[in-house]
T-cell receptor
Framework: SAVISQKPSRDICQRGTSLTIQCQVD?????MFWYRQQPGQSLTLIAT?????????ESGFVIDKFPISRPNLTFSTLTVSNMSPEDSSIYLC??????????FGSGTRLTVV | KNEVEQSPQNLTAQEGEFITINCSYS?????LHWLQQHPGGGIVSLFM???GKKKHGRLIATINIQEKHSSLHITASHPRDSAVYIC????????????FGSGTQLTVLP
């Protein structure tokens, strides 16, 4: 089963700056998913990242704010750009392991001050 | 109405108690997942179900496809079971992302 290394685990950032979150998977996967979990809320899908093509964004999320890279089948990054306090959330990546279910990264707890 | 509804929202139990968390959904699904989220934010997949029942240690998950309902049971609960338990579904005909319930915060007291 896939193991995901997600970095950083947490960060405190100034408003107006950007943060890039990385996810490294120990096996090749076709699709990776990026989620946001706002305080006290459940997970919301930001985008689906396929290798070799542009990410597909969900309603309410745009590429300029959350650019995603997927340079190969084991790695992806999500950038949170021009941050505001409303971006304070947990961000998680995930992969679909088929019949074995889903594997999630350990999460990035972002606080914007 | 949310597509995935969980109950209860919060649950406090004494160590050793039998615990049940419920999940109802209103859409056709390809599979239902039970997930566990610890305070640090990381999520662990506990079960993936499309029918019947699965058991892993003290955890049991059941699903009734006709009633669109699933339950997660914890037998002989322990303080280390304290976490948020999340029900999520893969929607039939959709891309392979999940739709999540709001989660159940479980606290098991010693």
């Amino acid at each position: 089963s896939a193991v995901i290394s997600q970095k950083p685990s947490r960060d405190i950032c100034q408003r107006g700056t950007s943060l890039t979150i990385q996810c490294q998977v120990d096996s090749q996967v076709t699709m990776m998913f990026w989620y946001r979990q706002q305080p006290g809320q459940s997970l919301t899908l930001i985008a689906t990242a396929n290798q070799g093509s542009e990410a597909t964004y969900e309603s309410g999320f745009v590429i300029d704010k959350f650019p995603i890279s997927r340079p190969n089948l084991t790695f992806s990054t999500l950038t949170v750009s021009n941050m505001s306090p409303e971006d304070s959330s947990i961000y998680l990546c995930s992969v679909d392991r088929g019949s074995s279910g889903y594997t999630f990264g350990s999460g990035t707890r972002l606080t914007v001050v | 109405k949310n597509e995935v509804e969980q109950s209860p929202q919060n649950l406090t139990a004494q160590e050793g108690e039998f615990i049940t968390i419920n999940c109802s959904y209103s859409v056709g699904i390809s599979a239902l997942h039970w997930l566990q989220q610890h305070p640090g934010g990381g999520i662990v997949s506990l079960f993936m179900l499309s029918s019947g029942k699965k058991k892993h240690g003290r955890l049991i998950a059941t699903i009734n496809i006709q009633e669109k309902h699933s339950s997660l049971h914890i037998t002989a609960s322990h303080p280390r079971d304290s976490a948020v338990y999340i029900c999520a579904v893969g929607i039939s005909g959709s891309a392979r992302q999940l739709t999540f319930g709001s989660g159940t915060q479980l606290t098991v007291l010693p």
